[in-house]
């Protein structure tokens, strides 16, 4: 999992022109930004924050709280540990994630059919389903084309092929 990062900047000193700025990784020691970028009396005492990267979804502005980041990113590290908590953060809110803890069902696939396939196999196999659920999912229009293409042909009643030779 990628860190959460600000670019946070020295606001008096932005406005003078003089772009007073670093980058930090979070969670950040606020006084080791006072020090850095020179937020006192002298140099102004307001900060902004104008880039920031790696908070799956959380709202994050030009005056958010260092001590607010601080604490999502320190929620973030007690879920780093989860696999797939990049694609999950996607969909749900860390404090989703929190309440939930691990009880996420992770699938790789492409798409929705993709995604069909690998829940069966991992299930066992259509074998591992009741024919009622085989019957709901079942595409027998697709099927009886099927069959008409492989040779059976259609008569007043029902429907003949030649078997064997």
């Not at 780093?80 to 999950?88: G, L």
């Amino acid at each position: 999992m990628k860190t959460p990062r600000v670019y946070i900047v020295n606001l008096g000193s932005y406005n003078r022109g003089q772009a007073r700025g670093k980058w930090y990784d979070l969670p950040v020691d606020y006084r080791r930004v006072q020090r850095d970028l020179l937020l006192d009396e002298v140099h102004g005492e307001e900060y902004a924050i104008h880039a920031f990267e790696n908070f799956y979804g959380f709202s994050v502005s030009e005056y958010s709280s260092i001590k607010e980041l601080n604490a999502y990113a320190q929620q973030l590290e007690e879920v780093s540990h989860m696999d797939h908590i990049e694609d999950i953060l996607e969909i749900y809110t860390l404090e989703e994630v929190l309440e939930l803890g691990d009880d996420f069902d992770f699938v790789e696939a492409d798409d929705e059919e993709d995604l069909a396939y690998e829940v069966v196999e991992q299930m066992g196999g259509l074998e591992s389903f009741e024919p009622s659920t085989l019957e709901l999912y079942f595409d027998y229009a697709a099927y009886g084309r099927d069959l008409a293409l492989r040779g059976y042909r259609q008569t007043s009643n029902g429907y003949v092929r030649k078997i064997g030779r």
